[in-house]
């Protein structure tokens, strides 16, 4: 049903968009490209305005009920929830097995000193000394 109600409201929406753009306006819309006479030739100037303005009303309503009933349906479909409500889903445990104490640093310090190294560690390479300066330039004589 829902399916069918987006289809619907979809072609609502084409036609809404293009019944709006083929009517007139100061600025001259798609209506005015064709002369004056419009999409079709057998309305002009009063008669042409008043179907388009009936059927721009016509969609429109339909376009908000269409809006409306989707709305609805997806509210329908959707469980109520609480913030208020602490109960865990089905398969998750209702408390942790063990309550880590301390922060995560502590955390971080307690996994840190679980892990056993294969190998010690090498000691890191010292850094070569720092280069002497070079010898300034003579400066050039004129």
């Not at 289809?7 to 819309?29: K, M, T």
């Not at 294969?118 to 400066?139: I, K, L, N, Q, S």
């Amino acid at each position: 049903m829902q399916q069918v109600l987006i289809v619907l409201h979809l072609i609502v929406v084409l036609a809404l968009v293009g019944v709006i753009l083929l009517q007139r306006s100061e600025g001259g819309a798609l209506g005015g490209l064709s002369g004056g006479g419009g999409v079709s030739g057998f309305l002009t100037g009063r008669g042409q305005a008043n179907a388009l303005t009936r059927a721009t009303a016509i969609l429109a309503a339909i376009f908000f009920a269409t809006s409306m009933i989707l709305a609805i349906l997806a509210g329908a479909n959707r469980a109520p929830k609480s913030i208020l409500d602490t109960n865990a889903p089905a398969g998750a445990p209702a408390a942790p097995a063990q309550a880590p104490s301390g922060g995560v640093l502590d955390q971080l310090n307690r996994l840190q000193n679980q892990q056993t190294p294969a190998a010690p560690a090498a000691p890191a390479p010292a850094a070569p000394a720092p280069a002497a300066p070079a010898a300034p330039a003579p400066a050039p004589q004129q």
